[in-house]
């Protein structure tokens, strides 16, 4: 039988999980920019084919939730004995997330300045990652920009500000699991119970609590990894994986995106299937050899990965020009259809540039400088040796060596090779 890889200190890079998070980036984009309603006529059959492709964007979000929490569920739960648990971990994921995310806001607040643009609250309550609990905030559009997207980020951000007390609190692996199972039980129940708790079908979406379960599976796949359930499990994840496709497929096919998106039953419905599909998926991935694990292991999509976060933050910003303004211009020379492809295109390589920016001016030095901030020596028990190797920085879980290791060969491969044989002969001695 297939056992589920293990995140260890030793292993230094998983290519897998960076694929998952390509993949994950490229249907959210096409579901943002890939409009089945500009594509086809309504009722036809490239119509029906567009609206369950896109529909299976609704994996993105709660794969990259099930991702981080299994990553950074691990790391918390391997390092709450080390010194400096806390500030290690808050200054890493500090150093990770805010400078892409609050340079972005700064631009557009810039912009909005510059164009005489008004904000509100809502605008000024993304720089403290609490836009999506503020129930009756969530339906505004603070100016041209969109910024809707950014409720992700905030769920995985309380989630990083809370679980880390949680498990300094409760250090044993028993009680964690018990906590987080009671935590997903209590997650879904908030989303059937959203009518009586006066929550819109919209803010289901994006309120914390009804959201956050899917990072907590994430935590629950990490702290019973290696045990007998999860290896009994594994091998039938990737038929769980197929199931839940075709089930979403067949929502977006005979239900249609008015009800999955517009009604309390289909926004339910959704969520649960998404969030337990993903951590098929994930489990899926893990699988050392498997189909899965191969697609998500290769080297063009992890680049893709290595890029995600900064790609994911950008990607919907200026999604009214590309939507809007572009198409308009080029419906003069080519059909509807034509022109939102190309605008998507536009929009995607504007993207990926921005990205490619960021990430060699911005978050590649800062993977770096988190090298400098190491934990301390284990509390209990283990060698310094054991504390350096469990130390390497990371980024959304991945250690910072993996991360950018698809990317620096996009930039300078040769002076990576060199750097490398630095570090090793200074290891050496």
């Not at 310094?384 to 620096?408: F, K, N």
Request: charge should be positive.
């Amino acid at each position: 039988m297939s056992e589920v890889q293990i995140i260890d200190p030793k292993r230094r890079y998983l290519a897998c999980l960076e694929g998952i998070r390509g993949y994950g980036f490229l249907l959210v984009f096409c579901g943002h920019y890939i409009l089945a309603g500009r594509l086809a006529s309504p009722g036809s059959l490239r119509f029906g084919f567009l609206t369950a492709t896109s529909s299976l964007g609704l994996f993105a979000v709660p794969a990259f939730f099930v991702l981080s929490g299994y990553l950074i569920g691990g790391i918390l739960y391997h390092t709450r004995n080390r010194e400096g648990f806390f500030k290690v971990f808050y200054l890493r994921r500090i150093l990770r997330v805010f400078p892409v995310y609050y340079l972005t806001l700064a631009v557009i607040a810039i912009f909005y300045l510059f164009r005489h643009i008004p904000t509100d609250s809502y605008f000024w309550i993304q720089f403290l990652y609490i836009q999506n609990l503020l129930l009756g905030h969530i339906d505004k559009t603070p100016g041209p920009a969109v910024m809707v997207h950014f409720w992700s980020l905030a769920v995985e951000e309380q989630f990083y500000l809370v679980w880390p007390l949680i498990v300094w609190c409760f250090p044993k692996k028993s009680k964690l699991i018990v906590i987080a199972s009671v935590l997903i039980v209590a997650c879904c129940l908030v989303r059937f119970m959203a009518p009586v708790l006066s929550i819109s079908v919209r803010e289901l979406s994006f309120f914390t609590f009804a959201r956050v379960d899917a990072v907590l599976m994430g935590v629950l796949l990490s702290l019973c990894s290696g045990t007998s359930i999860v290896k009994r499990l594994t091998p039938m994840a990737k038929w769980v994986t197929l199931a839940g496709i075709v089930g979403m497929a067949g929502i977006g096919i005979f239900k249609g995106e008015q009800w999955a998106m517009e009604t309390y039953a289909g926004k339910e419905t959704w969520i649960t299937l998404a969030n337990f599909t993903s951590l098929a998926i994930i489990m899926a991935v893990l699988e050392e050899g498997s189909l899965l694990n191969r697609l998500c292991s290769q080297k063009w999509i992890c680049v893709v990965g290595g890029l995600s976060y900064s790609l994911y933050v950008f990607h919907l910003t200026f999604r009214p020009f590309f939507l809007e303004v572009v198409p308009e211009y080029l419906t003069h020379y080519m059909r509807i259809s034509y022109a939102t492809l190309v605008a998507a295109f536009l929009a995607l390589c504007t993207t990926f540039a921005l990205s490619l920016i960021s990430y060699r001016f911005i978050e590649l030095p800062l993977f770096n400088l988190k090298r400098h901030i190491p934990y301390g020596a284990e509390v209990r028990g283990k060698t310094e040796e054991q504390a350096e190797l469990e130390s390497d920085a990371v980024s959304d879980g991945i250690p910072a060596t993996a991360a950018s290791r698809p990317i620096r060969s996009v930039y300078a491969s040769s002076q990576v090779k060199i750097q490398a044989a630095l570090r090793s002969n200074r290891e050496a001695s």
